[in-house]
Nanobody, 127 residues
Framework: VQLQASGGGVVQPGGSLRLSCAAS????????IGWFRQAPGKEREGISC????????WTADSVKGRFSISRENAKNTVYLQMNSLKPEDTAVYYC?????????????????????WGQGTLVTVSS
């Protein structure tokens, strides 16, 4: 059971990146998948989440209108499309999954309840 985050890189302010979170060993259709990020010297924060339990989506105010989450069940992958990137978006981005046993929480589950974590992918926004 594994989540693999990828797609990070260096991009100029105003640019775009698409991060991928691919699952192996289990089906993402049975999980809510969240994207989190941790900037240097800061705590990890939730960015966006999609719940397969009720097909709901949550996005943090700091990225609303710029980032969007989607999933492609055929590829067992969840994406985070990031547009209009800013230097303050620089961070290591992680994806994480929470199973149906926590369906009552869905995307509002505390970070500590997310059961599976990807290894992180670094996004650097710099000119």
């Amino acid at each position: 059971v594994q989540l693999q985050a990828s797609g990070g890189g260096v991009v100029q302010p105003g640019g775009s990146l698409r991060l991928s979170c691919a699952a192996s060993g289990f089906s993402l259709e049975n999980y809510a998948i969240g994207w989190f990020r941790q900037a240097p010297g800061k705590e990890r924060e939730g960015i966006s989440c999609h719940s397969s339990f009720d097909d709901s989506t949550w996005t943090a105010d700091s990225v609303k209108g710029r980032f969007s989450i989607s999933r492609e069940n055929a590829k067992n992958t969840v994406y985070l499309q990031m547009n209009s990137l800013k230097p303050e978006d620089t961070a290591v981005y992680y994806c994480a999954g929470i199973s149906r046993r926590f369906a009552a929480y869905g995307c509002y589950a505390p970070m500590g309840l997310f059961e599976y974590w990807g290894q992180g992918t670094l996004v650097t926004v710099s000119s």
